[in-house]
């Protein structure tokens, strides 16, 4: 990780988090504890990309960013682990499941992946600029960045082995979609034995009456995946308040 100012101690526990107090073990600390920031990218967060392909507005996911920005700054503050998440191809489009390219081209908007993209490469494709994470939270030296074929983070990646590696059993969940990637890792998560907290106001679906019902639904029964908390608790817990 980059350089860091000593922080005071973490709670062990963030009490505010529903429906338990998160992680359920009082685990948290910078050893056990990372920020996962799914698909921040260009397709997803900017005028002219994929999201905007498909017939929908990047305004709700570019309403997060300043959110999420504030627990990146604060989490690097700490020096506690960040990892972000990138949706997209390979050039060759060799890891595009035939019926996912069918669906992808199933749409209002008519776009299919590949297509070049008006930002610069081509629609969730590796390598261009409509692909790549957004500037305002673009990765520094030692925060990994996962690219991910499907919409889960770990299918088809490294990325179990990095936590694993690194130590990390909590997971703080941030990005795009709520009802897609985002609670589609945090499933991933919750098998693998991971404690997750989806972030309500650093969580965001291209409908809006889609977010609340899937942050509900991550929640219910007793925390099935995880959590659901703000911006503002997990701010606290790391005695960042003011980032």
Known sequence: MGEHTTMPEAKKQIAAASPYAWPHDASLSRETTAL?????????????????ALGYSADPARAIIPNIKRLLDAFRKAGWQVYHT???????????????????????????????????????VRGGKSHDIVDELYP???????????????????????????????????????????????????????????????????KAEYHDPHINSMTEEGGIFGVNLCVADVLEALGTEGV
Request: proline share 5%.
């Open 86 to 124: 990138r949706e997209g191809h390979r050039p060759d489009l060799s890891t595009l499941w035939s019926r996912t390219a069918f669906r992808a081209g199933n749409n209002p908007g008519g776009a299919t992946i590949g297509q070049p993209s008006p930002l610069g490469g081509r629609l969730l």
């Open 36 to 52: 996962v920031i799914v698909d921040m990218q260009n397709d997803f967060c900017t005028a002219g990309g994929y999201i905007e």
């Open 140 to 206: 520094i030296a030692g925060e990994p960045v996962i690219d991910k074929p499907g919409q889960g983070a770990f299918a088809h990646t490294d990325f179990e082995l990095l936590l694993r590696n690194r130590g990390i059993k909590n997971l703080v969940l941030t990005g795009v979609t709520t009802d897609v990637c985002v609670s589609t890792t945090m499933r991933e998560a919750s098998d693998r034995g991971f404690d997750c907290a989806m972030v309500r106001d650093g969580t965001a679906s291209a």
